[in-house]
């Protein structure tokens, strides 16, 4: 079974930066994607960024320039590099692990971001 770990969330000011990661357990199969969405009580679960097996990367067009996956990124495991926060960036962060042969998707449980003064 393939498990999804988040970690590294917290609170932060306004023009800060964070960097949660994900850490990904069991028989990971090629090709995927890996993806950080984000979510607040009411609202639509979004799309922050992403990378595939590949090495191809993407990101929502709200946190292009201020989130970054890092290259670095190795070990089933998928960080995000969050700078110039925003309160608006305030969410509960989650993993999403997509098997794409097969469709198997995977959840982790959520970090939580919160961007205050």
């Known amino acids: 079974q393939v498990q999804l770990v988040e970690s590294g969330g917290g609170l932060v000011q306004p023009g800060g930066s964070l960097r949660p990661s994900c850490a990904a357990s069991?028989?990971?199969?090629?090709?995927?994607?890996m993806e950080w969405y984000r979510q607040v009580p009411g609202k639509q679960r979004e799309l922050v960024a992403g990378?595939?097996?590949?090495?191809?990367?993407k990101h929502a067009d709200s946190v292009k320039g201020r989130f970054t996956i890092p290259r670095d990124s190795t070990n089933n495991t998928m960080s995000l590099q969050m700078n110039s926060l925003k309160p608006d960036d305030t969410a509960v962060y989650y993993c999403?692990?997509?098997?794409?042969?097969?469709?198997?998707?995977?959840w982790g449980q959520g970090t939580q971001v919160t961007v205050s003064s």
């Open positions: 069991g028989t990971i199969f090629i090709p995927y994607v």
């Open positions: 999403n692990l997509n098997i794409i042969r097969g469709g198997r998707d995977y």
């Open positions: 990378i595939s097996s590949g090495g191809n990367t």
